[in-house]
């Protein structure tokens, strides 16, 4: 059973516009979660997180909403710019644990 | 400078043997993680380490064994008993705690032949 899921495999937009990206899970015991970036043959980097006590995270170009009623989340990148284009996985970690679990990932390809 | 460090990056084993993926961590993290990324599915959890001596088996464990002797260390063998080894293996570490970022390796690209 894949508890974080991820639909959408891919999203092609064009550079300067609005980039969002989307992430469901299924366990309510989740109160962390976060977004990794990663590009081929590199290991995923960091780019932002939010708690479940929060409904938004603002860092720079990059927002992330937290919607706990619909266990969804989504990650608005905002102007996209072309080394955007990579893999986003988002994470989800519960409280007892510091174990992530991550999505199937979405690639994103940022269209000059 | 502190990292993460997975060796080698490209390994190449023969089916039937073990083989052992190396991590080392200089960032003083308590928790350890290895993940296996296959096409269109993500990142699975093999195994994880939240203390020095203990560890716990993630959703994919079979075929594999770690061990966590020193607090920087945390290395992955692939056992003959995996039946479908060829993958990209990913470690991971963390402070331990609730929402704690986890920092990755480069990965190292196994392929059984």
């Known amino acids: 059973d894949q508890q974080v899921k991820q639909n959408s495999p891919s999203l092609s937009v064009q550079e300067g516009r609005i980039s969002i990206l989307n992430c469901d899970y299924t366990n309510s015991m989740f109160d962390y979660f976060l977004w990794y970036k990663k590009y081929p043959a590199e290991g995923p980097t960091f780019l932002i997180s939010i708690s479940s006590i929060k409904d938004k995270n603002e860092d720079g170009r990059f927002t992330v909403f937290l919607n706990k009623s619909a266990k969804h989340l989504s990650l608005h990148i905002v102007p996209s710019q072309p080394g955007d284009s990579a893999v986003y996985f988002c994470a989800a970690s519960g409280s007892n644990t510091g174990k992530l679990i991550f999505g199937q990932g979405t690639t994103l390809q940022v269209k000059p | ?113």
């Not at chain 2, 960032?27 to 290895?34: K, T």
């Not at chain 2, 929402?99 to 190292?108: I, K, R």
């Open chain 2, 1 to 113: 400078d502190g990292g993460i460090t997975q060796s080698p990056k490209y390994l190449f084993r023969k089916e039937g043997q073990n083989v052992t993926l190396s991590c080392e961590q200089n960032l003083n993290h308590d928790a350890m993680y290895w993940y296996r990324q296959d096409p269109g599915q993500g990142l699975r959890l093999i195994y994880y380490s939240q203390i020095v001596n203990d560890f716990q088996k993630g959703d994919i464990a079979e075929g594999y064994s770690v061990s966590r002797e020193k607090k920087e260390s945390f290395p992955l063998t692939v056992t003959s008993a995996q039946k479908n080894p060829t993958a990209f293996y990913l470690c991971a570490s963390s402070i331990f705690g609730q929402g704690a970022e986890a920092f990755f390796g480069q990965g190292t690209r196994l392929t059984v032949v």
